[in-house]
């Protein structure tokens, strides 16, 4: 860049710079006597800086000390409603009340991770996420259970996917259609008392749950047909409405096993007048046993192998 100076009046005589001599150097510049050489400055500045540096730290410390006192202290900050959201089966009251919050607690002392343990622990409440809203309230969102099928043990339970045990009476928001669920049976080493909100941990009853759930997506209107899901070793074992004919399927490739299924049951009941059971288990071909012995039928072409 070039630098511009402004302009004052010329003098007619040109100064010529005399040409420095071999040896001999200009003398370095010093600051006068009375002065701060830049050096100096500097420092001064650095000192300046940590101090700001301290001071701002210092504050900020207090800040963090005082400023939950001021708003514990603040009744501009006393809690007031609770926003309760994606309730269908449960009732406001009963978040409440098992919330154990209570008008007039400070919003800023309330614990969040204390509230949500509570309400987690109904049983139809699977996650609960909780945020203030200041000045005065709080917003709880819940996530609600839902039945997948019921199941027999010292009584009748509902379950959900994750295999969590749910009352067995109605709830007020429940259909006749949620209701209309397959029983669980035969299912050992569950324990005898049971009570609902208890997790069953068994890799039997997982592996039918995650059967069932991938069915209902895959067809649901074939799954009505489906009164009952028993465990059956590689797969599982299926009683149908009316005549409680006996399907063994397994696991794997829930949907095209069900369009299997749905493609031979025509074919079973012209042949066969009597069947006992259906079993899909066999690649290639489906045995259906009855009165007599067992026989097996080719399984349609265009599904391959089973």
Request: glycine letters at 12%.
């Given at each position: 860049?070039?630098?511009?100076?402004?302009?004052?009046?010329?003098?007619?005589?040109?100064?010529?710079?005399?040409?420095?001599?071999?040896?001999?150097?200009?003398?370095?510049?010093?600051?006068?006597?009375?002065?701060?050489?830049?050096?100096?400055?500097?420092?001064?500045?650095?000192?300046?800086?940590?101090?700001?540096?301290?001071?701002?730290?210092?504050?900020?410390?207090?800040?963090?000390?005082?400023?939950?006192?001021?708003?514990?202290?603040?009744?501009?900050?006393?809690?007031?409603a609770?926003?309760?959201?994606?309730?269908?089966?449960?009732?406001?009251?009963?978040?409440?009340?098992?919330?154990?919050?209570?008008?007039?607690?400070?919003?800023?002392?309330?614990?969040?991770?204390?509230?949500?343990?509570?309400?987690?622990?109904?049983?139809?409440?699977?996650?609960?996420?909780?945020?203030?809203?200041?000045?005065d309230?709080?917003?709880?969102?819940?996530?609600?259970?839902?039945?997948?099928?019921?199941?027999?043990?010292?009584?009748?339970?509902?379950?959900?996917?994750?295999?969590?045990?749910?009352?067995?009476?109605?709830m007020?928001?429940?259909?006749?259609?949620?209701?209309?669920?397959?029983?669980?049976?035969?299912?050992?080493?569950?324990?005898?008392?049971?009570?609902?909100?208890?997790?069953?941990?068994?890799?039997?009853?997982?592996?039918?749950?995650?059967?069932?759930r991938?069915?209902?997506?895959?067809?649901?209107?074939?799954?009505l047909?489906?009164?009952?899901?028993?465990?059956?070793?590689?797969?599982?074992?299926?009683?149908?409405?009316?005549d409680?004919?006996?399907?063994?399927?397994?696991?794997?490739?829930?949907?095209?096993?069900?369009?299997?299924?749905?493609?031979?049951?025509?074919?079973?009941?012209?042949?066969?007048?009597?069947?006992?059971?259906?079993?899909?288990?066999?690649?290639?071909?489906?045995?259906?046993?009855?009165?007599?012995?067992?026989?097996?039928?080719?399984?349609?072409?265009?599904?391959?192998?089973?």
């Open positions: 860049m070039t630098a511009v100076r402004p302009q004052g009046k010329t003098s007619r005589r040109r100064r010529h710079s005399l040409p420095e001599k071999r040896g001999h150097r200009q003398p370095m510049a010093v600051p006068r006597e009375g002065g701060k050489a830049a050096g100096v400055w500097r420092g001064g500045r650095c000192r300046l800086g940590y101090l700001v540096l301290v001071v701002l730290a210092g504050a900020l410390l207090w800040a963090g000390l005082k400023l939950p006192r001021l708003f514990a202290a603040a009744p501009e900050f006393r809690l007031q609770l926003e309760v959201k994606g309730l269908r089966l449960l009732r406001g009251q009963e978040i409440l009340a098992a919330s154990g919050l209570e008008e007039g607690q400070n919003l800023f002392l309330v614990d969040l991770a204390g509230v949500a343990a509570r309400v987690e622990a109904l049983p139809w409440v699977r996650k609960v996420y909780l945020e203030r809203r200041p000045p309230r709080l917003r709880l969102q819940v996530e609600e259970r839902r039945r997948l099928a019921w199941i027999k043990l010292d009584q009748l339970y509902g379950i959900d996917e994750s295999g969590v045990l749910l009352p067995a009476e109605k007020p928001g429940e259909t006749r259609a949620e209701l209309d669920l397959p029983l669980l049976t035969g299912f050992e080493g569950l324990g005898d008392r049971r009570t609902p909100g208890d997790r069953l941990v068994s890799p039997a009853l997982r592996q039918a749950l995650e059967w069932w991938q069915a209902r997506r895959a067809d649901p209107e074939f799954c047909n489906i009164s009952e899901i028993q465990p059956l070793g590689g797969g599982v074992r299926l009683l149908l409405v009316g409680g004919l006996e399907v063994r399927v397994p696991v794997d490739r829930v949907g095209e096993r069900l369009n299997i299924l749905k493609d031979m049951m025509q074919r079973i009941y012209r042949e066969f007048p009597e069947p006992a059971y259906l079993d899909l288990r066999f690649a290639g071909q489906a045995v259906v046993g009855g009165k007599a012995a067992p026989q097996s039928l080719a399984k349609g072409g265009e599904h391959g192998a089973g």
